[in-house]
């Protein structure tokens, strides 16, 4: 059986229409992309505006290495990383290293591959969905990238080998690449679980549960003495601006895709287009949309 695209019923996370835009913004947004439509498919359209929003996301990455050499420059909120490993090394014990040492590899190279595929596959098949495969794939190419252009431009060295719990890392240490990609990926997985969930004490856990994940990811990384505090607060700051980006993008997705089903359905008897030039596609004005109270 081939996978398919997302049902009307995931169109929505408890009472909340994903193709309704309330905000100003969001609207603007909107009408973009439903005018783009006359050139580009809905598809098209999601992995165009996926790349868009990874190379701003990646731009981003690279002011971000600036501030923090400017405030580095200024001992600022770096002030906190000495501090915050005195008190992590202050609780460390054989069992406490072990056990973070093996919590933290799930988050490492492998470790975050293997389960970003699996759970991905799992949902695919489970779902009969292409969705989980292709919002992955943009979402860890994305989170890549930026890791990579972060350590690149900053450089910035771990904390000493004699503070950090073996095994050692020689990589640079700004951005932490397992803070980022653990909020990338545990973020995209809550998205598409809450979009199957009907209550919303599951949607509050599983949310609560991604939640948990990354932030003990980071804290796992400060724990072992492999990262600094601010490679994590910053990690995960890039990590959730990412995430928004996938899930908007998916968000216009379902929205160019709805317009289209309605505007196919309210014409059942027109002609198709004749000659070169493109169907003309006409662009709703966006429905008041009544408040959240989920």
């Not at 996978?3 to 994903?18: C, K, V």
């Not at 971000?64 to 001992?75: L, T």
């Not at 470790?111 to 979402?139: D, E, H, N, Q, Y």
């Not at 601010?230 to 993008?249: C, E, K, M, P, S």
Request: aromatic residues 6%; glycine residues 8%; hydrophobic residues 50%.
């Amino acid at each position: 059986m081939p996978l398919i695209d997302d049902t009307p019923a995931e169109e929505r996370i408890g009472d909340r229409d994903l193709t309704s835009w309330p905000t100003r913004c969001g609207r603007g947004l909107a009408l973009l992309a439903l005018a783009a439509t006359r050139w580009v498919s809905a598809h098209t359209l999601l992995v165009v505006i996926a790349v868009v929003g990874g190379i701003l996301a990646t731009a981003m990455t690279g002011v971000s290495a600036e501030i923090y050499d400017a405030v580095e420059e200024g001992d600022g909120v770096t002030g906190l990383d000495r501090p915050a490993l005195n008190a992590a090394m202050s609780l460390r014990t054989p069992l406490n290293d072990e056990v973070a040492t093996w919590f933290t590899d799930l988050g490492g190279p492998v470790g975050m591959a293997v389960l970003a595929t699996v759970v991905t596959v799992a949902l695919a098949l489970l779902w009969r969905s292409r969705t989980p495969v292709v919002l992955m794939v943009i979402a860890v190419a994305g989170s890549l990238s930026m890791t990579t252009v972060g350590k690149a431009l900053v450089g910035r060295t771990r904390p000493p080998l004699a503070d950090a719990v073996p095994p050692f890392e020689s990589s640079p240490s700004f951005p932490s690449g397992h803070s980022l990609n653990s909020v990338v990926i545990a973020g995209l997985v809550a998205y598409l679980l809450v979009r199957r969930q009907q209550r919303t004490r599951t949607r509050t856990l599983t949310v609560a549960l991604a939640a948990l994940f990354a932030v003990a990811m980071g804290l796992s990384r400060v724990f072992l003495g492999h990262h600094w505090l601010t490679d994590v607060l910053v990690a995960w700051t890039l990590g959730l601006a990412w995430l928004a980006v996938v899930i908007t993008a998916h968000r216009l997705f379902l929205t160019v895709r709805r317009a289209g089903s309605t505007a196919d359905a309210g014409a059942p008897g027109d002609a198709p287009p004749t000659g070169d030039a493109p169907p003309a596609v006409e662009v709703p004005a966006a429905p008041d949309v009544p408040a959240y109270r989920d």
